[in-house]
């Protein structure tokens, strides 16, 4: 069975550039988590939904970025514009509903310059 | 959510047991302690969860103190893949957030 797959692995952008990450959460998982690891850090959850509907994003920084879950599959995660402190590893995970077993993907590794 | 507090950084020999403690002094009593590795460049892994029973399962231990205050996730045989960051999270079913603390480094020594 495929794991959660994220796209793309690696990223470096300048500063005030746009960028988009993907993720394909595991088949069958309802639920879909978004989360930021600063180095050194744990992973902080920025959003997470339950199928098509964000059920917490009450981390998530509103005026640069957004989420979107369209069919309640894949989900794609946006910053714009991005700022040198979005530097960071940009995890995706999913699970069951009502399950806290989380399986997450390789991440994202953000360089903004 | 309890917080949780772990040591910084732990080492322990190939084919050892690892013993990583975690305090969770101000648990409650619907709250479940799990545990979460992450290898370097991987994304997290989940290991076990309890409430107060012990538990086992195919990776590791969990033992939980009686009073629920304190935990140890023991790795049987240690190997040079266990080396990663030990997580130990306090979570409960009313709010369905992972919060992750900093974690303790294991390294395995051969």
């Known amino acids: 069975e495929a794991g959660v797959v994220q796209s793309p692995r690696y990223k470096i952008i300048e500063k005030k550039q746009p960028v988009a990450f993907w993720c394909n959460p595991i088949s069958g998982h309802n639920t879909l988590y978004w989360y930021r690891q600063n180095l050194g850090q744990g992973p902080e959850l920025l959003i997470r939904y339950e199928n098509e509907e964000a059920v917490d994003d009450s981390q998530l920084p509103k005026d640069r970025f957004s989420a979107e879950r369209l069919k309640g599959v894949d989900s794609t995660l946006k910053i714009q514009p991005a700022e040198l402190g979005d530097s960071a590893v940009y995890l995706c995970a999913s699970s069951l509903a009502g399950v806290n077993e989380q399986f997450f993907g390789p991440g994202t590794r953000l360089t903004v310059l | ?110």
Request: proline share 5%; with cysteine; net charge neutral.
């Open chain 2, 1 to 110: 959510d309890a917080k949780t507090t772990q040591p910084t950084s732990m080492d322990c020999a190939e084919g050892r047991a690892a013993n990583l403690p975690c305090n969770h002094s101000t648990i409650s009593g619907n709250e479940y302690v799990y545990w979460y590795r992450q290898i370097h460049s991987q994304g997290p892994q989940y290991i076990i969860h309890g409430l107060k029973n012990n538990e086992t399962n195919e990776m590791a231990s969990l033992i939980i103190t009686e009073d629920r205050k304190s935990s140890t996730l023991i790795l049987p045989h240690a190997t040079l893949r266990d080396t990663a960051v030990y997580y130990c999270i306090v979570w409960n079913f009313g709010n369905e957030k992972l919060t992750f603390g900093t974690g303790t480094r294991l390294t395995i020594i051969p």
